[in-house]
């Protein structure tokens, strides 16, 4: 079998690309580690490896939370220390140019400034300097202006004001200044990211800067790399999940009436090859492997299942022990409600679609059906867990992270297999069973019932 379709998409493009690899400037102070620890869901500590004031950029840090990231500190450009610049210097071209290897070159930079909240200078002359060095060499920079929650805090007024009067003095002191440097230069801000235990973050703001990171590195046009930042994220499930899409693309989603590309294959490995690619895409802290194993594996067949049948009569057959009612609830489901989910767990695997499991895959409409219901059941299930896991300190995933999904899914998983039902039966002689149709429905469920796929 050819390479290209067996093996997994997302091990093929990390041969390539290991590891995102981004720089983080700043002073002391200015929030460096806390922005890690929000963007790629790792322990500060594991990002704070200098004592305060001490950085070695070339010193490579690799979060043992996050093996999809290497991270490389440097300290600000400081007046009276310009061995700080001239270090950053010699990185960013070290780590640029067609010459370097993917893997060895810094794919985006982060200069963190911290707002002032008191007034005084924001940008010191090394910051031009080294901005328009990135510029030059193509690398993407983005600005990062944190610690916002402080400048709101200075005012002594009602929030909605004080929220008002911070935003003029940020456009004052931090955004006219950037744009007389240069228009070209992209900035985001944080808050609410370094009070420890106490933190509050805004979760929107980091979502936005994560996702225009994304865009900066996409744009450069390196290869893959744009995926390796979206795979590395965690902090913005739009990102992860177009990004899921991007790669079903290049792998999984072949599998979608492709015979020809999977001789011998039994359904049951397509599944499980999908199920593998997808939850790699996602990169979720998962060190016992929850997700690959079997049980879950068995739940997501037993869901997608109930796709394949084209109307409540086929599915009589397929599940003949099974009330009629029972089919009618699953088949023909109350949107909203997660009653169908339980329902349909507890019927388990029925003999005819473990059949079909264990035979030769073929390019049929039950078996599109089946596909398309387990991509998007699955994307929502990862989609859903990722938003749960949006805490700090990072945990890692647990069995009741993984229960409570399954058990209270806010979207009825059937809503979306009714639409795939439909779909399948009344545009199959439209599409004729080829993957570009299917493949574009599929991102139409996804932003359906997410409200964040986009067919990018």
Same mark, same amino acid.
């Given at each position: 079998?050819?390479?290209?379709?067996?093996?997994?998409?997302?091990?093929?493009?990390?041969?390539?690309? #290991?590891?995102?690899?981004?720089?983080?400037?700043?002073?002391?102070?200015?929030?460096?580690?806390?922005?890690?620890?929000?963007?790629?869901? @790792?322990?500060?500590?594991?990002?704070?490896?200098?004592?305060?004031?001490?950085?070695?950029?070339?010193?490579?840090?690799?979060?043992?939370?996050?093996?999809?990231?290497? @991270?490389?500190?440097?300290?600000?450009?400081?007046?009276?220390?310009?061995?700080?610049?001239?270090?950053?210097?010699?990185?960013?071209?070290?780590?640029?140019?067609?010459?370097? #290897?993917?893997?060895?070159?810094?794919?985006?930079?982060?200069?963190?400034?911290?707002?002032?909240?008191?007034?005084?200078?924001?940008?010191?002359?090394?910051?031009?300097?080294?901005?328009?060095?990135?510029?030059?060499?193509?690398?993407?920079?983005?600005?990062?202006?944190?610690?916002?929650?402080?400048?709101?805090?200075?005012?002594?007024?009602?929030?909605?004001?004080?929220?008002?009067?911070?935003?003029?003095?940020?456009?004052?002191?931090? @955004?006219?200044?950037?744009?007389?440097?240069?228009?070209?230069?992209?900035?985001?801000?944080?808050?609410?990211?370094?009070?420890?235990?106490?933190?509050?973050?805004?979760?929107?703001?980091?979502?936005?800067?994560?996702?225009?990171?994304?865009?900066?590195?996409?744009?450069?046009?390196?290869?893959?790399?744009?995926?390796?930042?979206?795979?590395?994220?965690?902090?913005?499930?739009?990102?992860?999940?177009?990004?899921?899409?991007?790669?079903?693309?290049?792998?999984?989603?072949?599998?979608?009436?492709?015979?020809?590309?999977?001789?011998?294959?039994?359904?049951?490995?397509?599944?499980?090859?999908?199920?593998?690619?997808?939850? +790699?895409?996602?990169?979720?802290?998962?060190?016992?492997?929850?997700?690959?194993?079997?049980?879950?594996?068995?739940?997501?067949?037993?869901?997608?299942?109930?796709?394949?049948?084209? +109307?409540?009569?086929?599915?009589?057959?397929?599940? #003949?022990?099974?009330?009629?009612?029972?089919?009618?609830?699953?088949?023909?489901?109350?949107?909203?409600?997660?009653?169908?989910?339980?329902?349909?767990?507890?019927?388990?695997?029925?003999?005819?679609?473990?059949?079909?499991?264990?035979?030769?895959?073929?390019?049929?409409?039950?078996?599109?059906?089946?596909?398309?219901?387990?991509? @998007?059941?699955?994307?929502?299930?990862?989609?859903?867990?990722?938003?749960?896991?949006?805490?700090?300190?990072?945990?890692?995933?647990?069995?009741?992270?993984?229960?409570?999904?399954?058990?209270?899914?806010?979207?009825?998983?059937?809503?979306?297999?009714?639409?795939?039902?439909?779909?399948?039966?009344?545009?199959?002689?439209?599409?004729?069973?080829?993957?570009?149709?299917?493949?574009?429905?599929?991102?139409?469920?996804?932003?359906?019932?997410?409200?964040?796929?986009?067919?990018?």
């Amino acid at each position: 079998m050819a390479s290209d379709t067996t093996e997994n998409a997302v091990t093929q493009m990390l041969n390539e690309c #290991p590891r995102l690899r981004i720089l983080v400037v700043g002073k002391s102070g200015a929030g460096k580690s806390s922005l890690i620890s929000y963007a790629f869901g @790792v322990d500060k500590e594991s990002v704070s490896q200098h004592a305060p004031g001490q950085a070695n950029i070339d010193h490579e840090i690799f979060p043992p939370q996050n093996p999809v990231v290497v @991270v490389h500190d440097s300290m600000g450009f400081e007046p009276g220390k310009p061995e700080n610049l001239e270090r950053a210097e010699k990185f960013v071209r070290r780590r640029t140019g067609a010459d370097v #290897p993917l893997k060895e070159q810094v794919h985006i930079i982060w200069l963190c400034i911290q707002v002032p909240h008191a007034g005084g200078r924001v940008f010191e002359d090394g910051d031009e300097i080294f901005l328009r060095l990135a510029s030059e060499r193509n690398v993407p920079v983005l600005v990062v202006f944190t610690q916002f929650d402080k400048v709101i805090d200075s005012f002594r007024k009602h929030r909605e004001e004080k929220e008002t009067r911070a935003n003029q003095k940020f456009e004052k002191l931090c @955004v006219v200044p950037l744009g007389e440097m240069s228009p070209e230069f992209q900035y985001a801000r944080t808050a609410g990211l370094s009070s420890g235990r106490f933190a509050k973050p805004d979760i929107p703001a980091l979502a936005n800067l994560v996702e225009m990171s994304r865009d900066l590195v996409r744009n450069r046009g390196c290869g893959d790399a744009w995926l390796v930042y979206s795979i590395a994220q965690r902090a913005s499930a739009k990102v992860t999940i177009e990004a899921c899409v991007a790669i079903g693309m290049k792998g999984h989603w072949n599998i979608l009436c492709s015979t020809a590309k999977f001789p011998g294959w039994t359904l049951n490995q397509c599944l499980d090859k999908i199920h593998d690619e997808m939850v +790699d895409s996602w990169n979720f802290y998962d060190p016992r492997g929850r997700l690959r194993d079997g049980e879950l594996r068995k739940k997501m067949k037993i869901l997608a299942q109930l796709a394949a049948p084209s +109307d409540v009569s086929e599915a009589r057959t397929w599940f #003949p022990d099974v009330s009629s009612d029972t089919i009618q609830q699953l088949i023909v489901p109350v949107i909203g409600t997660t009653a169908t989910v339980v329902a349909g767990l507890a019927i388990g695997l029925s003999v005819s679609f473990g059949t079909m499991l264990a035979t030769a895959y073929q390019n049929t409409e039950p078996t599109l059906r089946c596909f398309m219901a387990y991509i @998007v059941g699955l994307t929502l299930i990862l989609h859903k867990l990722f938003i749960r896991l949006l805490r700090w300190p990072p945990e890692e995933l647990s069995e009741e992270d993984i229960a409570v999904i399954l058990e209270t899914y806010e979207l009825s998983i059937y809503s979306a297999y009714d639409d795939i039902r439909r779909y399948v039966n009344k545009a199959v002689w439209r599409m004729k069973l080829s993957s570009g149709p299917a493949q574009k429905e599929v991102i139409e469920l996804l932003r359906k019932f997410t409200g964040i796929g986009e067919a990018a």
